[in-house]
């Protein structure tokens, strides 16, 4: 099953309107680059057992060091609340990661660190710890991604050099909404309002690497056409199926 949809790049320019949409995105701003690692948290507002991990990421996204994005899951959408951010995307991911992770069954809620390893912690702080003790590792994110925000365009600055084990990766931008409170109506978490953190709905491939530098540049002019306020940009292996592998690089809004 193929995860990440590639298309047009005049379709992912209109989709990028999230970056500046309600004006969280000033011209000129720059993404903040070289973070310690990347956390990738699969959720539903049907399972009992996520709102621990969503306050996770929740105190993890106000850090500036790591980029932290969740992806809602619809398959316990028929235990009587459908989530309402969920996408069917989210869990191809999630099945995807399953793959190339060697997991036999999916889950929430799940953690996936730098796209290499998944854990079930659900403590910020250990997360963090984790993520540190992958820096600097072959399961750390060597390669530097840059961007800026122009009046006229998305600039995306990605550095050059080897990545063992790695000769060619996607630029992906994970497109999110920064908060969303959900007042949950049924199910599991009957009656409670969560507020969730970079809530991803919209994956995107923008562009190539193949080890060397590498820019990539979107007209900002088409930037405001959706209702995402921030985004997550991803340097990301694939195998051979479209399934999700390593993050070698990163950097969010």
């Not at 316990?76 to 190339?100: F, H, I, P």
């Amino acid at each position: 099953m193929s995860i990440l949809s590639i298309r047009p790049l005049f379709m992912v320019a209109a989709v990028l309107a999230a970056a500046i949409s309600a004006g969280h995105a000033a011209a000129g701003e720059t993404l903040r680059s070289k973070p310690i690692g990347v956390v990738e948290l699969f959720t539903s507002q049907g399972c009992s057992n996520c709102p621990k991990a969503d306050r996770a990421i929740e105190q993890l996204a106000g850090r500036d060091d790591v980029v932290t994005v969740a992806y809602h899951v619809d398959y316990w959408n028929y235990m009587g609340w459908q989530d309402t951010l969920s996408a069917k995307e989210n869990t191809e991911r999630q099945y995807g990661y399953a793959k190339t992770l060697g997991i036999r069954n999916v889950f929430t809620p799940q953690i996936v660190l730098n796209g290499v390893r998944d854990t079930k912690l659900t403590d910020a702080d250990r997360i963090a710890d984790e993520l540190g003790n992958l820096r600097g590792t072959r399961e750390g994110l060597p390669v530097d991604v840059a961007a800026e925000l122009s009046h006229d365009e998305m600039t995306i600055d990605i550095g050059g050099g080897p990545v063992p084990g790695v000769d060619k990766a996607d630029v992906v931008i994970a497109y999110f909404r920064k908060h969303s409170a959900v007042e949950i109506q049924k199910g599991e978490n009957q009656g409670k309002k969560i507020v969730y953190r970079n809530a991803v709905t919209k994956l995107e491939t923008v562009g190539m690497w193949e080890g060397k530098a590498l820019t990539v540049k979107l007209p900002a002019a088409l930037l405001a056409k959706r209702g995402f306020d921030g985004c997550a940009i991803l340097l990301q292996a694939h195998d051979a199926n479209g399934n999700p592998r390593r993050i070698v690089g990163a950097a969010a809004l």
